[in-house]
């Protein structure tokens, strides 16, 4: 059997045709499924619609969140509960068409462990952030000492083994393209075309990416930690040239003067240096913090799914 995790977030216009395209997929193929809805609390109908699917289909299970814990959270949430040999994990919009689930089954059943959807080109999606996208993931390949693969999300299928190691994956702040790459065994791709939205608008606003984005880079990578302690010392190393040249000119040349400029630059310069590498570290700490409070990564409001409401 394949599950699939489909995470919700105000979908309302997108639910059934997404059912009706992947339930398509899976009768042509001939393969059992069973969808898992993660209703990460919408605030239009789509805990209406889902539930109402779930009375019509038996391969329909929902979880409804307490409230909106975000994307990561939401397909964590739905990987726990998913009993499935293969799991699929793909997004509600129609961005990740549900056609191609068929290539990453075929290409699965090869030997393959886990098999991504790698994005050729995607379509209704502003300049800017394509662009960040791309940037940020050719930063953080650079600076991790493994390769997470370029364009590409969630998008994918996977086996058991890889799911269950993912589950025992303590961390909150979820990065999970990048700790299935960490994971590791046999993982490939099939490239595809990225849809627009079928309906609705993006649930991820800037300030969300850009903390998604630190997630992941702090997720697996000290470099910016680094990247403090090298410019600490490159401009200490500045600063003690500076100190020899105004010891020699304050006492041997006649052209010296107070230098109010040449000071506040430095100080100020200085300052913001020290206030960066202090932020960086903060980012660590912040979610150093997060892990120790160790409170529940989610909660759940009700569910189809007997031991998940309990
Ligand atoms: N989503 C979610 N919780 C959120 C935001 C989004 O579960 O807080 C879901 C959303 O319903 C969709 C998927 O995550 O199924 C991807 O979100 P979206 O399409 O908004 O992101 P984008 O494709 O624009 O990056
Ligand atoms: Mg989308």
Redesign the pocket.
């Known amino acids: 059997m394949i599950s699939v995790v ?6 309302e216009n997108n639910i059934r045709p997404m059912y009706g395209r992947m339930s398509a997929v899976f009768d042509k193929l001939n393969v059992d499924r069973e969808f898992v809805y ?1 209703n ?1 609390g919408s605030t239009d109908n789509s805990q209406a619609i889902i539930e109402a699917l779930a009375t019509e289909h038996t391969d329909v299970k929902y979880i409804n969140f307490s409230r ?1 814990f ?2 990561q959270v ?1 397909v964590s949430a739905g990987l726990d509960f998913t009993t499935g040999e293969k799991v699929v994990m793909i ?3 129609g ?1 990740d068409p549900p056609e191609i689930i068929e290539k990453l089954y075929l290409k699965s059943i090869e030997g393959y462990e886990v098999v991504y959807a790698k994005r050729e080109s995607r379509k209704g ?1 502003s300049v800017m952030k394509k662009a960040t996208a791309k940037m940020f993931y050719r930063v953080l390949n650079k600076i991790t000492s493994f390769d997470i693969p370029l364009d590409t999300g969630d998008f994918r299928i996977m086996d058991r083994k890889v799911v269950d190691q993912l589950i025992n994956m303590p961390e909150r702040h979820k990065f999970l393209r990048g700790q299935i790459s960490w994971i590791g065994f046999n993982q490939t791709y099939v490239s595809f075309k990225r849809d627009e ?1 079928m309906s609705g608008t ?3 606003s800037y300030t ?1 990416m850009i903390r998604f984005a630190l997630d992941g880079i702090t997720s697996f990578s000290n470099w910016p930690l680094k990247i403090a302690t090298i410019s600490g010392f490159v401009f200490s190393f500045i600063g003690f040239i500076l100190i020899l040249y105004t010891l020699y000119s304050k006492m041997y040349s006649d052209t010296y003067q107070a230098g109010w400029a040449s000071q506040m630059i430095t100080i100020i310069f200085i300052g913001g240096i020290q206030l960066i590498g202090i932020g960086i570290i903060g980012e660590y700490v912040s979610r150093m913090n997060e892990n120790i409070k160790n409170r529940p990564l989610y909660i759940i409001k009700d569910s189809n799914i007997p031991h998940a409401s309990d």
């Open positions: 489909i995470p919700i977030y105000n979908e993660v990460d909106n975000g994307h939401a997004d509600a919009d961005q999606e939205r993006t649930g991820y969300q």
